[in-house]
């Protein structure tokens, strides 16, 4: 008996060391390809926002902070437009977060996997991707006159029954056209789909085994998903949360629509000063019914200033630096978050 057991030759298709080395070329390109794309981006970012920050350096100063909006450039400021862009993003998180959350929560734990749920995932989907500009038509059209309805209401009303027991006294406020409250619904459509889509794919993410062994241990549906399920979504909510916010912030085009101030010499509710917020604190009652501006409103009023020497344009480039600034310290805030909220994770 041999030894050696006869193994079979081992053969070689013709070319395939050529294939070989040709799929090795052809990533080797993509990879230069991919490289370049993104240092070529990179490159014209940086372009452009040292084009911006060195345009701004002859207006960029903490009384730009302070002033009201002026036709002198020297004077002019972005005071309005940053309190207004304050109360308009402080009421659009606080329609938008419980809404979608508790939606994606609902979706995504509680609804059975049937066609009307799965309809609803699939428009959710589309109304992401919807231009802004409709939801301010839909505003303009639905909010605006539901707005004028209110005014009407409180002028012929001074109170109201409640179940024929008691009367309530209502306060009068003057709603007035373009009010924080209509800018905050419109934007709350925009953001709306984006917080819920986020807020789906962090719950996707979190493992089945997590519920199972939740509901294993004796805890109902809804401790599972209060306890388990959502602090360990919650650093993928607060990101989604944080760029679908930082969205409504640099969004012009819906709060146009609804008839926003473009130049506007006072703060919404008077208050122009976290001092005087904390002194007259029932000024916040009037916020949501007062007009206002934004920053990316004005500065796209500064941007078409007609100046033969470009003085707006160095207010408007002041402006978007202020307004970069306040998106970096929002997404610092979300890293924040989302880095606390994962070292408080325990299973």
């Known amino acids: 008996m041999s030894e050696f057991v006869d193994q079979p030759a081992v053969s070689f298709r013709q070319g395939t060391d050529t294939l070989l080395r040709r799929r090795l070329l052809n990533a080797k390109v993509f990879r230069t390809v991919c490289m370049l794309l993104t240092y070529s981006s990179l490159a014209v970012l940086g372009v452009l926002m040292g084009s911006v920050l060195w345009s701004s350096l002859s207006r960029l100063a903490p009384d730009f902070l302070t002033n009201h909006y002026s ?6 400021g972005i005071l309005a437009g940053l309190w207004g862009s304050f109360w308009l993003v402080l009421l659009t998180a606080a329609m938008s977060i419980p809404i979608g959350v508790g939606s994606a929560v609902y979706l995504e734990e509680m609804a059975a996997d049937n066609f ?12 992401a991707g919807v231009p802004s500009i409709v939801y301010g038509i839909l505003g303009l059209s639905a909010f605006r006159p539901l707005m004028i309805s209110l005014q009407t209401f409180f002028d012929g ?30 934007m709350s459509l925009v953001i709306l789909p984006i917080v819920i889509i986020a807020s ?4 996707r993410a979190v493992p089945s085994s997590i519920r199972v062994a939740s509901l294993a241990l004796g805890a109902t549906r809804w401790q599972t998903i209060w306890r388990q399920v959502i602090p360990a979504a919650l650093p993928g909510i607060a990101t989604g949360v944080i760029l679908a916010v930082s ?10 629509m609804i008839g926003v101030l473009t130049v506007a010499s ?12 904390l002194q007259d604190p029932i000024s916040v009652i009037a916020v949501p019914f007062d007009q206002f501006t934004a920053m990316p409103v004005e500065i796209y009023d500064w941007s078409k200033q007609p100046d033969p020497q ?11 630096v202020v307004l970069l600034g306040v998106l970096l310290i929002i997404n610092a805030a979300a890293m924040i978050v989302r ?9």
């Open 247 to 256: 969205r409504a912030i640099g969004e012009a085009a819906p709060i146009m």
């Open 200 to 203: 789906q794919e962090a719950l």
């Open 71 to 76: 036709m002198n450039p020297v004077r002019c």
């Open 310 to 320: 470009d003085r707006f344009t160095d207010v408007a480039a002041a402006g978007i």
């Open 116 to 127: 009307l749920v799965r309809l609803i995932r699939i428009n959710l989907s589309n109304l």
């Open 157 to 186: 009303t001074r109170a109201i029954n409640v179940l024929g027991l008691f009367r309530v006294r209502i306060l009068h406020l003057e709603i007035f056209d373009g009010s924080v409250l209509i800018g905050a619904m419109t």
């Open 266 to 277: 006072m703060c919404p509710g008077g208050i122009e000063t976290p001092l005087q917020l």
């Open 339 to 347: 880095a606390r909220a994962g070292r408080r994770i325990q299973w």
